[in-house]
């Protein structure tokens, strides 16, 4: 670590300013790093934030907590007074080390965003220029706030990407954002965040769309930065588990306003207010076992199997009846790329799923789950193995095998309506009549939740919670037995979660549905599955019912996935770093 990091945390974790023009009184050491009063933002006729007040002294980390369309994101932008000149209107105070925000000049503004303040946001990629190499982007920042050379920037760049874990950092540098992966762009934005040792880190949703064991490596180097740089950290999220493993306290929101605010173990262990406890309560567990019934793989809310079934799909013998298969991979194989470049992303897999069963499949980025998927649905040719629908074996898309896409706006075409994106497979099975097909999609958006009078609409009208209901109906509008879902939650809030794995939950029961869901969240994994697949590196290391699965983990690749799951208890969250930490050493 360089002199100046640790210069930096010794002088703030003293409670001193550290700015070279600062005042260095008492008085402005006890003031605190972060205070807002009466914040009010308005974008026309909607009001966003409504009249929140809260402060964060040196060195602390707030989580601010709530659904999606609670505020969360428009106070992160308010502190560094990102909505100036966008037509928002902005009232009430809001000081951020030393300086009063709303009345800020432009060029107190730039001195402090990224110089005092500096922010993490949640999708790198529209973060970083794709034109330039990671060090130069870094560099740049650094020389924005300083007085350095062009030598004395491009070290300070490969410093700190050493110092936020990128391995050869100095020949990294050199790389552009697509040749680094998911978790390591969102590292290159915490290095240029702290390339200047900001006072204030605002992370905005950092680790929402990373894999588990990334999410965890993220939050530990959050941690880790914050304890030894005296950092304070205001940390956005909407998940609550998140919050848990890396802040003192937390502020929940609600349309705009403040609903619960207090040291993170309080909050959490014993909420006050309903809207905290029913968060809580759509927190999904990976130390909970599924509910018997809840989206059981037999259609029946009991649980148990059709008439004259054993369990698990078998006869009254105990053997698994042939027709219970309904999907069976048998030594797929995937390759991509050419000559000394061709590589293996899905290796001598085979598994089988059966009639009303959920199978879930869990893996870090990289580890071949999407591939898998596209292969069982017919979207990519395997280079070896076979799929067989219902005992044949079958090549390209089946209407009785379908998929719900991860990303709804990018599976939805922006210049269609959603009726029309619904009625795609009713047409292309030979449906006519334009009164049917539009009254079978009414149909369809009514039974997934949504208005049937909104065949018209477009996605852009819809929230993310609906668009991933839309993908759903389309599903099911092939009359599939079989559904793949291809990290469909991910991208989701906790309560918007639960509402649509409780969906697909209603839909297996009623219609008999087998559904593949693959994921990365290893807890609303277990709350959804039969079976879970572990895959690694293409291969599949190990299988098995879920609850033995999670309870009694084989293989050290999956004690390592579920050591990296955030937990809701705060105590429990430093005994899993610590965990996590000898795992990585072992």
């Not at 990629?125 to 062009?150: F, K, N």
């Not at 698994?320 to 194989?333: I, N, Q, S, T």
């Not at 089946?398 to 269609?416: A, C, G, H, K, T």
Request: charge should be neutral.
């Amino acid at each position: 670590m360089s002199d100046s990091i640790l210069s930096a945390g010794r002088r703030k974790g003293a409670g001193a300013a550290s700015g070279p023009s600062s005042d260095t009184s008492p008085a402005a050491s006890a003031a605190p790093l972060v205070e807002v009063s009466g914040l009010v933002v308005d974008f026309g006729g909607l009001r966003a934030v409504d009249g929140l007040s809260f402060r964060l002294e040196k060195g602390a980390a707030l989580g601010l907590v709530g659904e999606s369309g609670s505020g969360k994101s428009t106070v992160a932008s308010a502190l560094l007074a990102l909505h100036r000149g966008t037509g928002a209107r902005v009232d009430g105070t809001v000081r951020v080390a030393g300086v009063d925000v709303r009345r800020a000049s432009d060029g107190e503004l730039r001195g402090l965003r990224g110089g005092k303040a500096a922010m993490v946001f949640q999708d790198p990629l529209s973060s970083l220029d794709p034109y330039y190499a990671i060090g130069d982007q870094i560099a740049e920042v650094y020389r924005a706030h300083t007085r350095a050379s062009r030598r004395a920037a491009r070290a300070r760049a490969v410093h700190v990407l050493d110092r936020v874990g990128i391995p050869d950092a100095a020949r990294r540098s050199r790389s552009r954002p697509h040749e680094f992966s998911g978790g390591m762009r969102q590292r290159a934005l915490i290095a240029m965040a702290l390339a200047c040792e900001p006072e204030l880190l605002i992370a905005d949703e950092p680790t929402t769309a990373l894999d588990v064991t990334v999410q965890a490596q993220i939050l530990d180097l959050l941690h880790t930065l914050r304890h030894e740089t005296g950092t304070g950290l205001l940390l956005v999220t909407h998940d609550v588990g998140v919050a848990a493993e890396s802040v003192d306290e937390v502020l929940v929101m609600r349309h705009g306003r403040a609903v619960e605010h207090g040291p993170v173990d309080a909050v959490l262990g014993a909420p006050r207010e309903p809207y905290t406890r029913e968060l809580l309560g759509a927190v999904p567990r990976v130390d909970t076992p599924r509910t018997a019934g809840r989206t059981g793989r037999t259609g029946r809310e009991d649980g148990a199997g059709p008439e004259g079934a054993g369990p698990e799909g078998a006869g009254p013998d105990g053997a698994v009846r042939p027709d219970d298969v309904v999907l069976e991979a048998v030594g797929l194989r995937r390759e991509f790329g050419r000559g000394k470049r061709r590589f293996a992303a899905v290796d001598d897999v085979s598994l089988t799923v059966r009639r009303g069963e959920t199978l879930g499949v869990v893996g870090e980025s990289g580890s071949g789950k999407t591939t898998l998927g596209r292969m069982l649905v017919g979207l990519l040719e395997p280079t070896a193995g076979v799929v067989r629908h219902e005992g044949r074996e079958r090549s390209g898309v089946r209407p009785s095998v379908q998929m719900v896409f991860q990303d709804p706006v990018s599976s939805l075409n922006p210049r269609r309506s959603v009726g029309e994106s619904v009625a795609d497979p009713l047409r292309a099975r030979g449906e006519k009549d334009e009164g049917r097909v539009r009254g079978r999609v009414r149909e369809l958006l009514e039974r997934v939740g949504l208005d049937g009078a909104h065949y018209d609409r477009y996605p852009h009208e819809f929230s993310g919670g609906q668009r991933q209901r839309v993908g759903i109906a389309r599903a099911l509008a092939a009359e599939p037995r079989v559904i793949v879902c291809d990290e469909p939650v991910s991208a989701l809030d906790v309560t918007t979660q639960a509402q649509v794995v409780a969906l697909l939950g209603e839909l297996q029961r009623e219609l008999g549905l087998a559904l593949v869901f693959v994921a990365h969240d290893l807890a609303v994994v277990r709350q959804v599955s039969d079976h879970v697949a572990v895959m690694r590196r293409g291969r599949i290391v190990e299988h098995g019912p879920a609850d033995e699965v999670y309870e009694s983990p084989r293989d050290p690749y999956t004690r390592q996935l579920l050591a990296a799951v955030p937990a809701l208890d705060p105590k429990a969250a430093v005994r899993r770093r610590a965990e996590r930490k000898e795992l990585s050493q072992a």
